[in-house]
């Protein structure tokens, strides 16, 4: 079962992020393959997630399905979520090319998602979670270990830095910065633009992976690991634990 009921989790939020990745729909379905960066947080989710193949998965923030696709290939079935409509459509777009008949898209926000406890072996998510407010983030992480069956896995792949509490958040910042120096104005405006962002937190909001493992544990998984992936991307993974 899905909702998408409101229940005070920035509807405001939701409906700016709904806008924003309709209109955006076609030019991320376009570049995400070819992006490096996001190819290898995919490869790295889809190598973590690799196991049993007649489990049940969910992908939160699916998009236009560069992680579902390859992930349907590898298990029994996998229910696809996204904020957006028209991203759903793109994904049921692909997914006919390429002949995965075992993906069923839903058009709703995360944060909303209602599945049953104990009836999923794996939930994963690639870049999406950053886009969720910081009380939401812990929330969706609590909802999918519930709905993990017990020895299920969550695997987030995701941007994934601080705000300088740490050397590598700093590192991950200057190199930003220097990069986009050297672009000239263009990059120099960019920086202005970003830092708002960054500041204000507006639009995107990451975390660092130390508060990843953090709202894990929290959640009650255990094994948790993260492992840097590319730039600021990282992949934190956790498993249900089997009950004593």
């Not at 104005?185 to 970003?194: D, F, S």
Request: glycine content about 10%; hydrophobic content about 45%; proline content about 5%.
């Amino acid at each position: 079962m899905t909702t998408d009921a409101p229940r005070g989790t920035g509807t405001a939020n939701i409906a700016r992020q709904r806008r924003f990745w309709t209109a955006r729909a076609a030019s991320w379905d376009h570049g995400a393959q070819t992006n490096p960066g996001l190819v290898k947080v995919v490869e790295a989710v889809l190598q973590e997630a690799a196991g049993d193949p007649s489990r049940r998965a969910v992908d939160l923030g699916c998009g236009s399905g560069q992680l579902t696709i390859p992930l349907a290939r590898a298990v029994s079935s996998v229910m696809a979520v996204d904020i957006s409509p028209r991203m759903i459509e793109l994904l049921a777009d692909n997914a006919a090319r390429a002949g995965a008949t075992n993906i069923e898209g839903v058009a709703s926000p995360i944060e909303r998602l209602d599945l049953a406890p104990g009836s999923l072996d794996l939930v994963v998510s690639n870049y999406a979670f950053h886009h969720l407010r910081d009380r939401d983030k812990a929330a969706v992480v609590a909802q999918a270990a519930r709905w993990l069956r017990p020895g299920g896995r969550l695997i987030v792949g995701d941007m994934m830095f601080g705000r300088g509490g740490d050397e590598r958040d700093r590192q991950i910042i200057s190199s930003k910065v220097a990069l986009l120096l050297k672009k000239g104005p263009g990059g120099w405006w960019r920086i202005a633009k970003n830092s708002v962002r960054y500041l204000f937190r507006f639009q995107e909001r990451p975390v660092s992976m130390s508060a990843w493992t953090a709202m894990f544990r929290a959640a009650g998984l255990e094994d948790v690991q993260a492992i840097p992936v590319v730039n600021e991307a990282a992949v934190v993974s956790g498993t249900k634990p089997e009950p004593t």
